[in-house]
């Protein structure tokens, strides 16, 4: 019986312009970190791809910084990363709450942020904190550099904007005003897939609100958003929440329950955020 990698290949750049020189000239490739996703495909035998090119080796994309007002995280940031970093911790909590709730010490090791946002399953937790805090998706290919909204970034399940000559490179996330809030509901609070999860921002002007698990990608919900902000009315943002949101039966739970929940995780954030 043949192996599991039999027939595939690995390229192993050097350096980042290495790295987009081979997606421009070699492709395609499927770019791979910590493969915490990649190799459950491997193992189940439903992995497709052929020929990958290793990024872990490529420090420059691990990189935490401010930049003027702006909190940069490197592509390559695992969650672990996140969880010890003081800048994401002091500019970003809700990033670091939901790294916190990913997988395993293991798994916290070696995934990346990049990782889980280029996967774009629905219920990757660190999505919704993304969408909630108007990060922007920096991509680069050899010729280019693009910034790309988080909330335009995905056009449809796993599906999204970046082409295959493209590398997630970083995401910048500008100052967040306002009380942060993550909530992950699962089997267990790790190690377990989400069944919802839930990233909001609120302050006194405005709230933003975005969830997983809910429809085939991340989303923000504008109307629940507007609801609060305008009537500060919980009963009429549960009502336009459950009108935005597209839950579906799966293994995991069922569209009923996801709605029922969506709407208690509203009332939470509504109560642990209100004034005063």
Same mark, same amino acid.
């Given at each position: 019986?043949?192996?599991?990698? *039999? ?5 192993? =750049? ?9 997606? /421009? ?5 499927? =770019? ?50 996140? @969880? ?8 970003? =909590? ?28 629905? *219920? ?6 993304? #969408? ?13 550099? /693009? ?25 910048? @996330? ?18 377990? @897939?989400?069944? @919802? ?6 302050? =006194?002007?405005? #709230? /933003? ?57 509203? *009332? ?9």
């Amino acid at each position: 019986m043949q192996s599991a990698i *039999a027939h595939r290949s690995l390229l192993q =750049p050097k350096s980042l312009g290495d790295a987009l020189k081979m997606l /421009r000239d070699e492709g395609p490739l499927t =770019p791979l970190a910590g493969c915490t996703d990649l190799y459950v495909n491997l193992n189940f035998g439903t992995l497709t791809d052929q020929r990958f090119l290793n990024l872990w080796r490529l420090d420059r994309l691990r990189a935490i910084a401010v930049r003027g007002k702006v909190l940069s995280i490197g592509a390559l940031a695992t969650h672990t990363d996140l @969880i010890q970093s003081s800048l994401v911790r002091k500019r970003l =909590p809700m990033l670091a709450a939901a790294a916190r709730e990913i997988g395993g010490v293991q798994i916290q090791n070696r995934g990346t942020i990049g990782g889980n946002v280029a996967n774009g399953s629905p *219920a990757g937790d660190t999505l919704p904190v993304l #969408a909630a805090a108007d990060a922007v998706v920096v991509l680069k290919s050899a010729n280019d550099t /693009r910034r790309v909204p988080f909330t335009a970034f995905y056009t449809g399940y796993r599906r999204s904007v970046r082409r295959p000559d493209e590398l997630i490179v970083s995401f910048e @996330i500008p100052a967040v005003r306002g009380r942060q809030w993550f909530r992950k509901v699962g089997t267990r609070a790790a190690q377990a @897939i989400s069944k @919802i999860v839930m990233a909001g921002v609120r302050s =006194p002007s405005d #709230a /933003r609100i975005a969830f997983g698990s809910v429809a085939p990608t991340v989303i923000r919900v504008p109307r629940t958003e507007a609801a609060l902000t305008i009537s500060d009315n919980l009963e009429t943002a549960q009502h336009a929440l459950r009108d935005e949101i597209a839950p579906i039966d799966d293994i995991r739970s069922t569209a009923e329950y996801r709605r029922r929940v969506a709407a208690n995780l509203l *009332a939470r954030f509504v109560h642990e955020t209100s004034r005063g």
